[in-house]
């Protein structure tokens, strides 16, 4: 059974920075893509960044380009997400996802690509 465990939430002031991180149960290198996700309360679920597992390329929300960064260490099953210069808009559940087929461009930041999804991990920017 596929597991992803999300960690490294927290709460922060503005300005601050937090890094998740993202254990995958499976050999990563099955899925064609991976992101983080984010959930505000009373929000639809959004996506973050997505990376792109054998190539690296990676895409990011307009939201957070230029703060965030999305990684990933193939050989240790595990996803990160550097987040710096954080916002109290920030705050939310981040989720893990992962996709086993392609997904194209314009939904790569949709949740419908990603069959597969961690529980989440709060965090909480304060202003």
């Known amino acids: 059974q596929v597991q992803l465990v999300e960690s490294g939430g927290g709460s922060v002031q503005a300005g601050g920075s937090l890094r998740l991180s993202c254990s995958v149960s499976v050999d990563m290198n099955g899925y064609s893509f991976m992101g983080w996700f984010r959930q505000a309360p009373g929000k639809e679920r959004e996506g973050v960044a997505v990376?792109?597992?054998?190539?690296?390329?990676?895409y990011y929300a307009d939201s957070v380009k230029g703060r965030f960064t999305i990684s990933r260490d193939n050989a240790k099953n595990r996803l990160f997400l550097e987040m710096n210069r954080l916002k109290p808009e920030d705050t939310g559940m981040y989720y893990c996802?992962?996709?086993?087929?392609?997904?194209?461009?314009?939904?790569?930041?949709?949740?419908?690509?990603?069959?597969?999804w961690g529980q989440g991990t709060q965090v909480t920017v304060s202003s």
């Open positions: 996802a992962a996709a086993t087929d392609f997904v194209p461009r314009t939904t790569r930041l949709r949740e419908s690509g990603y069959q597969y």
């Open positions: 990376i792109f597992i054998s190539g690296g390329i990676t």
